[in-house]
């Protein structure tokens, strides 16, 4: 019984907004997308007698994890491929299903020593009745991993109302040969309401529908797949021509509502019997049509007979056009006499796959000229598919590295652009003989306006792949409302040498109708005890789609599903829902937000975020970020002061030791032993997890394909997430564009939920992105080249910015302690931060939002390209850390400070705060000029102003205190009689 609650409920109304009384009668518009592990093995459990037949055994020699696999071997008998015979019987398991959820089911195969013609390994997945028999089941195509472990994925199928049980089936097909299953899943999801679900089902059990009647149909018990009827089908007397329209018998047709855009799908049951006449046979038709009832499209099966079996008949897919309001589903005979039975009719409707693609080439076609100019050639001697690539060989001319001259002309097509739409580029590439500083292979994708002027683009780091094909794959880029065409370019960047480019691919996705960010609560969805009791979610709009057209609505639901309030949002796809939970019991809730055209009745899109409410502060994860976006470590605040290094070794620990120091970012992911080590010298960890990326420069030997990503993510973070040195999972080291981050993401969620998740980017990041794929972010931005031109405020004013975006999100940034002259010498860097600079800039990020700073690198400074110390500028980091460490409560003080205020100016970084018994006002010059300012504070006009860390003090000017700021300067104003906060 649903306890009645009455519970007032504040929320900002918003324009053509409503918001509902808590726990109305309401129901939920949005069906939530729930996930859960159905059914998991590892073949770990040697007394599992499931899966043991004679073809099977459990087997130690063989495993993609854990300790074993399951073994099979192919029995021997008849191979007969393409026969019924030519399947060998498997071990499977059966569970009970939910009519209407979605069943995916994943395993990794290895197969060796394969015979026969199709000899593979398979895997199906059948929907059966409660009586045992299928309903509608799916199996790949015959898998043969050739002595590798590879990933089999069978299409999602969904429950339908007759289902009762899923059965998984392993097995083989054709000759001969060894196959070793592992890591078996089985999901099952309730589908959100953009995916897969079925529009229309029968089983033809309802003798008044008379849908389906006509003179040559009828209901029958005779004969049935499923329940206690079927469709009987008599063809018709008349003409048999075959070939010919007239050979079409007339049949019974259902029709339904066409959403356009959207995929149908159509399966149904046949048996047939005494079929006569060439081509005789049961078919099957959907056809779209528009509202004056004319045919827009159709498709339907060739003429079926069965001989006097059941056969399940499934339709080629058919999206529906933008004008097309119905579906029509039409059973009918061809040919001869005969009889035929229909049962068990499924209907589903599903939104077709995001993404496409809109050109690939490998460069087969030599008469192909887009590609070709002085420099490049077809070439048959080097490919990495079919048989020939595209060569490119540097021209002769001045290398220029960091000039214009640096980059070679290249070939290059265009596409059209559709504005709102994402792109990604991929190519295989080899170089050989590359001389020249930087020199290396370049792709490059740009978006052109009307006038062909470049609009945004984005390419590769030079690459050399050192003999070796290696697989490039471009950041995605997003099309702009301006945007007209895509130009992709294929070209090279400094000395000569010679480059191949292969299979060349660009894909198109559509975008969502909106995607969403929750902004309150900031960290996880949980409700912080006597913080933020708002939930706030805000939506944008793709860019090209009507919003006028679409009605937006925002819920918060119960762990009962019961919707606790909504707000409509005619009009709009960019909507902003403020849900007030204060008087709500704590527990688990969702907010989702879904979109519909106006007027239907269910919804194209939707996205939901978890929201927890808690009673008291124990009931958080061990770590978090709250309210302010301060970091929480076992119930106390933490202020991160990090520094990367290349590995976790004893030599950079014992440089580290007795500093301000609580935290490295090695590159290298630790193991076990390293993770001690940090341990026993007090040292938190962030765990590098960036390099998990199929084909990136550091890739891990054990990621194979882009499948063993979040496998090998998540048991590293199972491996290790209990350990006490562990901190945060780094994710990404200017990645934020990858499409497979948010999975990344999805995977630490999943897997901890103690420990947050980082990221960095030196570019202004879109807010909207950062709740998809991080906990906490860091702004890298490195601006010190040692010149008289430096110009360090762009650290404070890109961080102001992006504060204004993420608003309380969790902030660590990064702090340039490194010579840039280490990376790129053609960039002219001199020298690595000073002191006074590094000061600077930790500062800036500081006072415009930052809860957390790291430095970068350790591994830098013993390698300085200048010739400084490792010891002067390791010293200087400390010194900067320490005056970090000693403030950090400051920084970290929430109390109410009394008003300070200031003329605004871009030079100018300011932050108040009260800690302790004093104020402190933390003033930065972000220029390289002496300056002017005065802070007016009436409140605590006439305490004591000493400058901390300076040995001066100020004195008042009635309300005002005034001082002089030389360049690049940070002053720190502590005033108050209270307790004063250590010198460094």
């Known amino acids: 019984m649903i306890r009645k609650m009455s519970i007032a409920i504040c929320a900002i109304f918003m324009l053509q907004a409503s918001l509902y009384s808590l726990f109305s009668n309401q129901a939920p518009v949005v069906y939530a997308s729930t996930f859960s592990t159905l059914y998991e093995t590892s073949f770990e459990n040697s007394n599992d007698l499931d899966w043991l037949m004679s073809a099977s055994s459990y087997d130690t020699s063989q495993m993609h994890s854990g300790t074993q696999s399951l073994k099979y071997v192919t029995p021997q008998g008849p191979n007969n491929p393409g026969e019924q015979g030519a399947e060998r019987s498997g071990p499977s398991v059966r569970f009970p299903v939910n009519p209407g959820d979605a069943y995916d089911v994943s395993v990794w195969v290895k197969t060796t020593q394969l015979s026969g013609l199709w000899a593979g390994a398979m895997v199906r997945i059948s929907m059966l009745d409660s009586s045992g028999n299928v309903l509608v089941q799916k199996n790949n195509n015959p898998f043969n991993s050739e002595d590798k472990w590879q990933k089999v994925k069978l299409p999602t199928v969904i429950a339908s109302q007759s289902a009762a049980e899923v059965e998984i089936t392993l097995f083989a097909y054709g000759g001969q040969g060894t196959i070793w299953f592992d890591d078996l899943l089985i999901a099952e999801t309730a589908p959100p309401l953009d995916a897969i679900k079925i529009a229309y089902e029968s089983s033809f059990e309802d003798s008044n529908d008379a849908a389906w009647l006509m003179a040559a149909s009828s209901y029958d018990t005779g004969e049935k797949y499923t329940g206690a009827k079927s469709l009987k089908y008599v063809t018709p007397q008349g003409p048999n021509t075959p070939g010919q329209p007239g050979a079409e018998r007339e049949g019974p047709s259902i029709r339904i509502p066409a959403k356009p855009g959207y995929a149908y799908d159509v399966s149904v049951w046949i048996k047939t019997t005494q079929l006569v006449g060439d081509w005789s046979g049961a078919m099957v038709r959907i056809s779209f049509l528009d509202s004056n009832n004319q045919v827009i499209e159709q498709k339907n099966n060739n003429p079926l007979n069965t001989l006097g079996n059941w056969q399940n008949l499934q339709l080629p897919s058919l999206t529906a056009a933008e004008n097309a309001a119905e ?58 598919t079919g048989l020939r690539s595209l060569k490119y060989v540097t021209p002769q001319g001045p290398n220029n590295p960091g000039q214009e001259g640096a980059e070679r002309a290249g070939p290059s097509i265009r596409l059209p652009a559709k504005p709102g739409y994402a792109y990604d580029v991929s190519a295989w590439i080899k170089t050989s003989q590359l001389s020249g500083l930087w020199a290396g292979a370049m792709v490059r994708i740009s978006f052109l306006d009307g006038n062909a002027n470049v609009i945004e683009q984005k390419n590769n780091n030079p690459l050399n792949t050192l003999n070796n094909w290696q697989h490039l794959k471009l950041p995605t880029l997003i099309a702009n409302e301006n945007a007209v065409e895509i130009e992709i370019t294929i070209f090279a960047y400094g000395g000569q040498g010679t480059m191949w480019f292969d299979d060349l691919v660009v894909t198109e996705s559509r975008p969502p109708l909106f995607t969403s960010k929750l902004d ?29 057209s679409y009605t937006t609505v925002a819920q918060l639901v119960n762990a009962s599903n019961q919707v606790v309030a909504e707000q409509v949002f005619s009009g709009q796809l960019s909507i902003q829902a403020v849900f007030n939970t204060a008087n709500l019991p704590a527990g688990k809730y969702t907010a989702v937000i879904a979109a519909k055209r106006t007027g239907e009745s269910s919804y194209r899109y939707s996205e939901k975020w978890p929201v927890t409410k808690v009673n008291t502060v124990s009931e958080l ?64 960890v962030i765990f590098s997890l960036k390099d998990f990326f199929y084909n990136f420069p550091f890739t891990p030997s054990f990621i194979q394909s882009e499948e063993d990503e979040v496998h090998f993510i998540k048991q590293h973070v199972q491996d290790y997430k209990d350990h006490p040195a562990l901190l945060a999972w780094y994710l990404s080291d200017e990645t934020l564009t990858d499409n497979r981050l948010r999975a990344h993401y999805q995977a630490v969620l999943e897997s901890d939920p103690n420990h947050p998740a ?9 807010p909207f992105t950062i709740h ?75 006072t415009e939002g930052a809860k957390g700073i790291l430095f970068y690198s350790l591994f830098d400074l013993k390698q300085d390209a200048s010739g ?32 300070v205020s200031y003329p605004a100016q871009n030079w100018l970084h300011v932050m108040t705060k009260n800690y302790n018994g004093n104020t402190y006002v933390i003033a930065v010059n972000n220029s390289t000029q002496s300056r002017q300012a005065a802070f007016t504070a009436p409140d605590i006009s006439g305490s004591p102003i000493h400058v901390w860390n300076e040995g001066r003090s100020l004195s008042w000017s009635g309300n005002q205190f005034s001082d002089t700021f030389a360049p690049l300067s940070v002053h720190i104003y502590e005033i108050g009689t209270g307790n004063p906060i250590p010198i460094p």
């Open 327 to 384: 579906v029509q589903i039409t059973l009918f005979g061809y040919g001869g006499q005969g009889t035929m039975w229909f049962d068990h009719l499924v209907v589903t409707e599903s939104v077709p796959p995001q993404t496409k693609t809109i050109y690939s080439t490998s460069f087969e076609d030599t008469q192909d000229s887009a590609w070709l100019m002085s420099a490049t050639t077809y070439d048959t001697s080097e490919k990495y």
């Open 520 to 548: 309150t609560p900031n960290y996880r969805g949980y409700l912080i005890p006597g913080g933020n009791s708002q939930v706030k979610v805000v939506t944008k709009g793709a860019t090209g789609i009507p919003a006028a």
């Open 621 to 684: 994860p061990k770590s978090y970020i709250d309210d302010q976006g301060r970091f929480w470590k076992d119930g106390e605040l933490f202020f991160p002061i990090g520094i990367y290094t290349d590995h976790t070794s004893q030599s950079d620990l014992d440089d580290l030791q007795g500093s301000a120091i609580n935290t490295i970012m090695p590159y290298g992911y630790p193991n076990s032993a390293e993770l001690d080590l940090a341990h026993d010298y007090g040292m938190n």
């Open 758 to 766: 980082y990221v960095v980017d030196f570019r202004k990041p879109d």
């Open 772 to 846: 998809h794929t991080t906990d906490i972010f860091g702004f890298d931005l490195y601006p010190v080249y040692g010149k008289t031109t430096d110009d360090l405020s762009a650290v404070g004013s890109m961080q102001k910015e992006i504060t204004a975006g993420l608003l309380k999100k969790g902030q660590w940034a990064v702090v340039q302690a490194h010579n840039l002259g280490n990376y790129e010498p053609e960039w002219g860097a001199v020298r690595p931060p000073t002191k006074q600079e590094m000061q600077n800039m930790s500062w800036q990020y500081i």
């Open 868 to 899: 400084k110390t490792y010891g002067e500028l390791l010293g200087n980091v400390k010194a900067v850390a320490q005056e970090l460490e000693n403030m950090s409560p400051v920084i970290l003080s929430e109390s109410q400070a009394p008003q």
